[in-house]
């Protein structure tokens, strides 16, 4: 069904594939850009992927004016205004985001910091706040999972209230999303696992959402057929360049769904287990999917009754009733989550995660302020929400 | 401009002869140059000053409508007691108003009038349509937040307690078969609390006050 009206909006530059690294410099020189500020985390320069861009950006013009590689997992208030100096004391003129999620949003948290000229964060936390033209940003994921390359929106987390602040703005999109496939191929399999889960449950979310829409659902479909297809090749074999750059397409492309018809209760409950018990999001998600899929089934069953096929494959969406597909659809998702159980390690409940069952009910409070809930079509209270985390737990 | 538009129209169909469009050309360029002295091709949008006014009304009655409620339903009371003492609302429909401004006084909400004023938070309408569906319930408030027709400015756990009172307050002033309609799910308000708590608003809480 067409909705009564949508918006959608990706004006993102992606360069995908081979070599992909090797064109930043001229992208950066469209922008006008000569003195770019790499934002990177240290598990990523272990894996020497600082040194792969560095090296691309060889034989260019362009000068590293610093390299800034202290972001936690989740990013943070603190280290957003720690890297804002940075680039300012290095007379910086862009950002080069090389790492996962956390590093992309601290990327866009420095990029508020300094085009708004602010050292307070929290005036912008919102929807739609941020005024200032940012500093052009390139974002190069080297997980695939949270879409942050095409997303107008920052997570970062607030480590004096323990909640993960969330900006949108349309002028948080990087200019350019840069996937090249050196990138990924050193993420550990249990990493690989949940990062992809939660580019899964974007396009599930994205595709049961209020503002679904015939855009959203083109990515948001592609993408789930992708990770089908992808992912398990992705955790046994990490070396796999097609399965790596096949769910970091996927990603792109839930990331590029959800960033126009938004995410649900999903990432509501998410973001508040991890803001309250600092739990990885992408665990947080694949445990949370099929819980918050069934209490959502009132109203979603017939999108995630469609979603059977991209999710199961032509074959099993043959052989299942029609009125069965919706549960089937969860059915598969618990199935994928026990698969990457056994396969990686990867935790099946919050107990597993190390969530403290005391903090339920903090975690319950602190979702009901989340913005997500509000894009879920089903409506949920604080007494509902604990239900869904103790079946979780 | 739209006299060039069907010039270029016209050439690009490339069903009339080449001779024929030279002369229409330099005709139709006469013309535009002839319009332009004689009016300005400036054009003001109708100003939609009534549905401003009416705008207006309605954000009255939600003002006093939320003012009565926010003193007589536990559970929005029990919502309130999340603000600071103070704490100021403000609806806008941009640009230039209406406004509705509210505030929390001693444990309640007051309605403050329909003038401009700083806020913690701020609900602002894209336009006067997006204010109009939203108030006449013929849009639920998650779906303009969805739409992008409502933006906010504040705390985002502050903006989801309004949204969750404004459930409570909409659904004392309309009735379920237009509440129901676009809320996700109507509030659970006992049904003995809901009439009594209707009548009260319509009789004393829009009208005076109360
Ligand atoms: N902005 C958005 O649209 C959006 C969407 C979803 C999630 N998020 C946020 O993103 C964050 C999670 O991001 P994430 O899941 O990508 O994890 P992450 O960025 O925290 O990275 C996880 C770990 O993997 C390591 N790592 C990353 N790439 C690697 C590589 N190629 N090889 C080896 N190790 C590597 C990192 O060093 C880190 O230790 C959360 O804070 C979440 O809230 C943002
Ligand atoms: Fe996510």
């Known amino acids: ?33 000569s003195r770019p500020m790499i934002v990177t985390d ?71 910091v300094i085009s708004e000229d602010t ?18 940003m390139i974002a190069v994921p080297t997980t695939a999972g949270t879409g942050s390359e095409v997303t107008l929106v920052a997570v970062i987390a607030n480590e004096e209230k323990c909640f993960k602040m969330l900006f949108t703005s349309y002028l948080l999109l990087p200019r350019v999303a840069v996937l090249d496939p050196r990138m990924t191929l050193t993420v550990p399999p ?44 992705a955790v046994t074999d990490g070396k796999n360049e097609e399965a790596r750059m096949a769910l970091a397409n996927a990603a ?24 309250v018990s ?13 819980w918050c899929m069934e209490y959502n089934m009132g109203k979603c069953a017939p999108y995630y009754g469609e979603l059977l096929l991209p999710l199961a494959g032509p074959d099993e969406f043959l052989k299942t009733d029609p009125e069965k597909r919706a549960g089937r659809s969860v059915a598969v998702i618990r199935e994928m989550n026990s698969h990457l159980n056994r396969l990686a390690g990867m935790p099946l409940t919050l107990k597993d995660c190390g969530v403290k069952r005391e903090s339920l009910p903090d975690i319950a409070r602190t979702a009901l302020g989340d913005g997500a809930l509000v894009f879920n079509p089903e409506e949920s209270d604080y007494n509902e929400i604990l239900g869904i985390l103790r079946k979780a737990y | 401009m739209s006299v060039k538009y069907n010039l270029t129209q016209r050439l690009n169909s490339g069903r009339m002869p080449v001779s024929l469009h030279v002369r229409s050309n330099r005709f139709n360029n006469e013309k535009t140059t002839m319009v332009l002295k004689q009016s300005p091709s400036e054009i003001k949008p109708p100003a939609k000053r009534i549905k401003k006014i009416m705008c ?84 639920g408030t998650p779906q303009a937040f969805a739409e992008h027709r409502i933006s906010v400015r504040g705390n985002l756990p502050e903006a989801m307690r309004l949204i969750r009172c404004l459930n409570y307050v909409q659904y004392y002033l309309f009735p379920a078969f237009i509440a129901g309609k676009v809320m996700k799910r109507l509030p659970p308000i006992p049904a003995g609390r809901l009439l009594s708590g209707r009548a009260y608003v319509y009789l004393f809480g829009v009208p005076l006050g109360l």
């Not at chain 1, 307070?120 to 005024?131: E, P, Q, S, V, Y």
């Not at chain 1, 057929?225 to 992808?230: A, G, I, P, W």
């Not at chain 1, 990885?280 to 099929?290: D, F, S, V």
């Open chain 1, 1 to 33: 069904m067409l909705p009564a009206y949508f918006q959608f909006y990706n004006p993102v530059k992606i360069l995908s594939g081979k070599k992909a690294l090797e064109n930043i410099p001229f992208e950066l020189e469209l922008l006008n850009a």
């Open chain 1, 252 to 275: 792109l492309m839930a990331g590029c769904a959800f960033s126009n018809s938004m995410v649900g209760l999903v990432h509501a409950i998410g973001h508040a287990v991890g803001g």
């Open chain 1, 42 to 112: 240290k598990g990523v320069v272990q894996a020497g992927l600082v040194d792969i861009v560095t090296a691309a950006l060889g034989g260019s013009n362009l000068t590293i004016g610093a390299v800034y590689d202290k972001t936690p997992p989740d990013s943070s208030n603190i280290v957003i205004g720690e890297a804002a100096a940075l680039f300012r004391d290095a007379k910086c003129d862009s950002l080069i985001a090389v790492g996962g999620g956390s590093v992309l949003d601290t990327a866009k948290g420095v990029n508020i």
């Open chain 1, 190 to 233: 249990r990493i690989t696992a949940f990062t992809a889960m939660d580019a899964l449950t974007h396009a599930v979310e994205a595709y049961s959402c209020l503002q679904k829409n015939p855009l959203s659902d083109a990515y948001a479909w592609a993408a789930i057929d992708l990770v089908r297809k992808h992912m398990i090749m």
């Open chain 1, 119 to 136: 050292t307070d964060l929290m005036k912008f936390i919102g929807a739609d706040r941020l005024t200032k033209p940012m500093r052009p």
């Open chain 1, 278 to 290: 600092r739990v990885a999001h992408g665990m947080t998600m694949a445990i949370l999917l099929p």
């Open chain 2, 56 to 139: 207006a009304v309605l954000l009255f009655c939600l003002g006093r409508g939320f003012q009565t409620v926010s003193g007589m339903d536990p559970d929005v009371i029990k919502e309130i007691e999340g603000w600071n003492e103070g704490f100021g609302i403000l609806f806008e429909v941009a640009p230039g108003g209406p406004y509705l401004q509210l505030r929390k006084e001693k444990n309640r909400i007051r309605f403050l009038g329909l003038s401009k004023a700083d806020a913690d938070l701020v609900i602002q309408f894209k336009n006067i349509e997006a204010a109009f569906m939203v108030l006449t319930a013929q849009m």
